[in-house]
């Protein structure tokens, strides 16, 4: 199980730590410290150094209650630290973007990875992601950014997040995306209360069930904040914690804020995971 990215395999029978690396002014977390190109060029090299196998560069905010972003603006946020990434690291690089002229922009300077919380619904998104033959990652949504924190409601989370993501893979298909280049992704925190997503993490196995690889970002989500009460700054224990869970449970991909001390905790229940298959070929 290997994706291609633009030439550079990603293995996916180990689990894989995904960087976060905003570069959005108002970014929730980071206040925009990583905004220059050369302070982004430092904090990418230091999750590569962690053990962070992919870097995920987005320049649109999807906060709830987020602004939208002209393409002008995306463009001149995400290209020059794409081409500056590509030039100086060999690591993956990641645009996550639903702007059809951001991917294509994107993956001419290097990206090996198209991650779309929108799942490619952009008019000419599905196009410009089949030309470009980098693996695509597939979001669930409810809503749009700017109101799916106001009343999200489902019939059955976790069955109404599947169909979808499984009906946003065969249409893809359909249009040219080799399926074993679709990574799928249940959207934490998109259009979801905070019972959504815990039982979108508890069965977790449902989406595994699928085939295809998936990826999830829990990182600093405002689940924890509704869980514990903390600041967004003060939220790596339980982010470790549900990465391990989402490991455990067969995501393939993490998306995190803090990489070393995820690698670490998603390396040790790896090693719990696979004793079965060491004994096996002894
Ligand atoms: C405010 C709210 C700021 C939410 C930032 C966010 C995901 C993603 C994001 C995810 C994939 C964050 C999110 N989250 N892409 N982009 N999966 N594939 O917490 O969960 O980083 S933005």
Redesign the pocket.
């Known amino acids: 199980m290997q994706l291609n990215c633009a030439g550079t395999l990603l293995d996916l029978s180990q689990p894989q730590v995904m960087g976060?690396l905003n570069v959005t002014p108002d970014?929730?977390s980071d206040g925009g410290r990583f905004v220059g190109r050369d302070s982004a060029i430092a904090h990418a090299r230091e999750m590569v150094a962690e053990g962070a196998s992919i870097i995920d560069i987005?320049g649109e905010?999807?906060?709830?209650g987020a602004a939208d972003v002209s393409v002008q603006e995306e463009l001149d946020r995400v290209i020059p630290v794409i081409e500056s990434l590509h030039l100086e690291l060999p690591v993956i690089i990641s645009v996550?973007t639903s702007k059809p002229e951001v991917m294509r922009a994107a993956v001419a300077a290097g990206a090996g990875l198209i991650?779309d919380?929108r799942a490619l619904r952009e008019p000419g998104a599905l196009q410009v992601a089949v030309d470009s033959h980098v693996p695509v990652?597939l979001?669930h949504m409810q809503g749009a950014p700017r109101t799916m924190q106001q009343q999200p409601e489902y019939q059955d989370v976790v069955t109404e997040v599947r169909d979808f993501l499984v009906a946003r893979a065969t249409d893809c298909i359909a249009a040219g995306i080799p399926a074993e280049q679709i990574l799928l992704?249940p959207?934490?925190?998109?259009g979801k209360t905070l019972e959504h997503n815990l039982r979108l993490l508890r069965q977790l196995p449902v989406l595994v069930q699928t085939g295809y690889p998936l990826?999830?970002?829990l990182?600093?989500?405002s689940m924890i904040g509704q869980l514990l009460d903390l600041p967004v700054e003060q939220r790596l224990q339980p982010s470790v914690a549900l990465a391990v869970l989402a490991s455990w449970l067969g995501a393939r991909i993490l998306?995190v804020h803090d990489v070393a001390a995820t690698v670490q905790a998603v390396r040790v229940c790896a090693a719990v995971k696979d004793v079965d298959t060491i004994n096996a070929t002894r």
């Open positions: 976060i970014s929730f987005g905010s999807t906060r709830p996550d991650n919380v990652c979001m992704d959207g934490f925190g998109f990826l999830v970002g990182s600093r989500k998306r």
